[in-house]
């Protein structure tokens, strides 16, 4: 199987869960640039599950958008667990969504230093009344469109997670 028909399997299996469960989810995502609300919209019904997505790529966007202290992002950068994290509690905030997942890495193939390398990516997922959870990955210099895509399946993974909290 494809990592795309993979993708679209666990999309629509996360989809039904959360239509199930009566939870709406929002995406606030930067290095995948939609990607994981393009692959959950994709799916026929999603409408009653996808609140909404933000795409944050540049730092004003994340501040503008999502209330992520432009401070913090001056401090810690914009790739980080930080980030990361108030990137989900924004989306949470500014949506109608009761589950988040965020997303901000180095997708390549430039971009990438030694403390933040070319394929790091940060996940958080936030969910009304529970601790925010996090994931940092490092996927490697596989391609910028290998790093989105594995990024997408990490997301779905994290929200699954979440949603057994």
Do not use: Q, W
């Amino acid at each position: 199987m494809t990592i795309r028909a993979s993708l679209h399997t666990a999309a629509t299996e996360l989809l039904a869960r959360c239509r199930d469960k009566g939870i709406l989810l929002a995406t606030a995502e930067s290095c995948t640039g939609g990607l994981i609300a393009a692959t959950l919209t994709e799916i026929p019904g999603s409408s009653d599950v996808v609140d909404r997505g933000f795409v944050t790529y540049s730092n004003a966007a994340k501040t503008d958008l999502l209330g992520v202290p432009a401070a913090l992002i001056e401090e810690v950068g914009a790739v980080s667990e930080d980030v990361a994290r108030a990137m989900a509690k924004g989306a949470l905030a500014r949506s109608n969504a009761d589950v988040t997942i965020a997303v901000t890495g180095v997708a390549g193939p430039g971009g990438g230093s030694e403390e933040k390398p070319v394929g790091l990516v940060h996940f958080a997922a936030a969910r009304t009344g529970r601790p925010t959870l996090h994931r940092e990955k490092r996927f490697g210099d596989i391609g910028r469109s290998d790093v989105r895509l594995e990024s997408v399946a990490e997301a779905i993974s994290l929200i699954e997670a979440i949603l057994e909290t």
